[in-house]
């Protein structure tokens, strides 16, 4: 049996420590003006020269579940099954089953070592003096935060990713350690643009609304419909005398 690997602090230090870790949670890097870094086809990534990527490895990945599924539209007929007329892909989702221990030294590579192989930063979980509750509330702050995740897994990278659900199970076997479950989902995005209805402004403001002329009506269209003609005064309550006649016009 190999004695075990301790680290300069003395705790345990696993010979895969030595290794690149084969699950992983990056943070995605931002660029100076604030943006997410993006691909060519418009995508969030992880910039290869980019050291501000933020990597943390759980102590354990105990299950890993994998999810993709393909949506179908069904529109009903009056016989037989239901026609599709197209098909989506639905969100990723991807669930990590992990450990943490708070007797083993942390999986990270520091900051200057990131720097100086241009690999991103491994960071330990940090928080609280125990590294399982440090872990836990770092997970916390990442959803409550929606960060872009990238998950790095043997079978799959998925980029786009949101924490939906962390759920740790506490036993009095983890009274120095954590088991927890942790659920991961693909959001969607897109960049929305702002196109004006007309090349020409709007200038309903300054057009003119013309010059108003009114005619009077002249006496023989009145008299073709007897206006004036035997129409006598009425008085109107509230409103005073009121004739049909014109103004001036003989009674």
Same mark, same amino acid.
């Given at each position: ?11 345990? #230090? ?40 933020? /990597? ?39 669930? $990590? ?18 720097? *100086?192989? @241009? ?7 940090? @928080? ?13 702050? $990442? ?5 872009? =995740? ?23 076997? /983890?009274?120095?350690? =954590?088991?927890? #479950? ?8 897109? /960049?929305? *643009? ?9 200038? /309903?403001?300054?057009?003119? $609304? ?22 006598? *005064?009425?008085?109107?309550? @509230? ?9 001036? *016009?003989?009674?």
């Amino acid at each position: 049996m190999s004695s075990p690997i301790l680290s300069p602090g003395g705790a345990y #230090r696993p010979p895969q420590w030595s290794k690149p870790a084969m699950v992983a949670v990056t943070v995605m890097p931002y660029g100076t003006g604030g943006d997410v870094v993006t691909d060519a086809a418009g995508r969030y990534t992880l910039s290869t020269s980019s050291v501000g990527a933020i /990597t943390y490895v759980f102590d354990a990945v105990l299950d890993l579940d994998h999810q993709q599924t393909l949506e179908k539209t069904q529109h009903p007929v009056q016989t037989g099954a239901n026609i599709s007329s197209h098909a989506y892909l639905m969100p990723a989702r991807v669930a $990590l089953s992990v450990g943490m221990s708070d007797a083993m030294a942390a999986y990270y590579t520091g900051a200057a070592n990131a720097v *100086a192989t @241009g690999a991103n930063i491994v960071s330990p979980f940090t @928080g609280n003096p125990s590294k399982s509750v440090s872990a836990y509330q770092n997970m916390l702050a $990442l959803q409550k935060s929606r960060q872009l =995740l990238q998950i790095t897994t043997r079978l799959r990278t998925y980029t786009n990713m949101v924490i939906t659900s962390i759920s740790p199970r506490e036993t009095s076997a /983890t009274i120095a350690g =954590l088991r927890m #479950r942790v659920e991961f989902e693909e959001i969607f995005v897109a /960049t929305t *643009a702002v196109v004006p209805a007309s090349a020409r402004s709007n200038t /309903t403001d300054n057009t003119g $609304l013309g010059i108003v002329t009114p005619s009077p009506v002249p006496n023989s269209t009145q008299a073709q419909y007897g206006v004036g003609s035997t129409a006598p *005064a009425v008085n109107v309550p @509230g409103a005073g005398v009121y004739s049909s006649y014109p103004s001036g *016009a003989a009674q």
